[in-house]
T-cell receptor
């Protein structure tokens, strides 16, 4: 059974810092990996999707990398802002299972 | 339009009530999902519909009954729920039959069972 782990569970940084969120998964047979953002009590917003054949994806200040063989992904946030404060979730999609398995998330607080 | 809508936003119900949650998308997606999310936990899959047919049921109790009347609409019928069923219920959709497709999530319905 696929297990997805995110480290750290919580992170507090001052505004302007660059930061890295980590995601690991136990079964490397994945179709893709997605990073989501969730604000308190709200739904999920898709940030980036990396296909299994890709190494990284970029969107604005966000960069996500994928090392499928080692079962790891990182989300890099450049020049963090208070508006980036949220919970960040990674999730993997596997062959034969048309649904996502989520990590437990990293709660990010960016201090002004 | 990349929006998935869910109604109602909030629902409070007693254990003997029958209620329904509704989810709608107009992106032409043929896969739709129900997830349950407890406080400070990640979403957990409940059901998957592909081309209006139930393809995955994650051993969900029968007091939750999904329905997909057409390709744009997904319902979750609730009956005789327990207080521990209180959670955020999230609907999502994606293109079916595509290996690496983004799932789009709705804002969720916050359910409280008294």
């Amino acid at each position: 059974k696929q297990e997805v782990t995110q480290i750290p569970a919580a992170l507090s940084v001052p505004e302007g810092e660059n930061l890295v969120l980590n995601c690991s998964f136990t079964d490397s047979a994945i179709y893709n990996l997605q990073w989501f953002r969730q604000d308190p009590g709200k739904g999920l917003t898709s940030l980036l999707l990396i296909q299994s054949s890709q190494r990284e994806q970029t969107s604005g200040r966000l960069n996500a990398s994928l090392d499928k063989s080692s079962g790891r992904s990182t989300l890099y946030i450049a020049a963090s802002q208070p508006g980036d404060s949220a919970t960040y979730l990674c999730a993997v999609d596997q062959p034969g299972r048309r649904a996502l398995t989520f990590g437990s998330g990293t709660r990010l607080q960016v201090q002004p | 339009d990349t929006e998935v809508t869910q109604t109602p936003k909030h629902l409070v119900m007693g254990m003997t009530n029958k209620k329904s949650l509704k989810c709608e998308q107009h992106m032409g997606h043929r896969a739709m999902y129900w997830y349950k999310q407890k406080a400070k936990k990640p979403p957990e899959l409940m059901f998957v519909y592909s081309y209006e047919k139930l393809s995955i049921n994650e051993s969900v109790p029968s007091r939750f009954s999904p329905e997909c009347p057409n390709s744009s609409l997904l319902n979750l019928h609730l009956h005789a729920l327990q207080p521990e069923d209180s959670a955020l219920y999230l609907c999502a959709s994606s293109q079916a039959g595509v290996f690496a497709d983004t799932q789009y999530f709705g804002p969720g319905t916050r359910l409280t069972v008294l």
